[in-house]
């Protein structure tokens, strides 16, 4: 059975860095691409951050050059270094397969950004 569990959120002021893990048990992390997405309040969840599982990685246009995913399969886990904070990067951070699969959502890590 696959089990996504995201941890490392907090509150964190403008400019600063937090980074955030996913830890992926069951068997599909070394073969599969997967991201990171966020859910602000009243909005969409996005997906902000992708790599596949030869290690290409794509961002938003609203993280570009301030966030970096990485992934470590011999641990099977799923890392975001999140730098120079903004408070609209403030929400609810998940991670999930590409495409993403409903069953894999878990509670999520909360980040906020203070002004």
């Known amino acids: 059975q696959v089990q996504l569990v995201e941890s490392g959120g907090g509150l964190v002021q403008a400019g600063g860095s937090l980074r955030l893990s996913c830890a992926v048990s069951?068997?599909?992390?070394?073969?599969?691409?997967m991201g990171w997405y966020r859910q602000a309040p009243g909005k969409r969840r996005d997906l902000v951050a992708s790599?596949?599982?030869?290690?290409?990685?794509k961002y938003a246009d609203s993280v570009k050059d301030r966030f970096t995913i990485s992934r470590d399969n011999a641990k099977n886990t799923l890392y975001l270094q999140m730098n120079s904070m903004k408070p609209d990067d403030t929400a609810v951070y998940y991670c999930?397969?590409?495409?993403?699969?409903?069953?894999?959502w878990g509670q999520g890590t909360q980040v906020t950004v203070s002004s």
């Open positions: 069951g068997n599909i992390f070394r073969f599969t691409a």
């Open positions: 790599i596949t599982s030869g290690g290409n990685k």
């Open positions: 999930n397969s590409i495409p993403s699969v409903d069953r894999y």
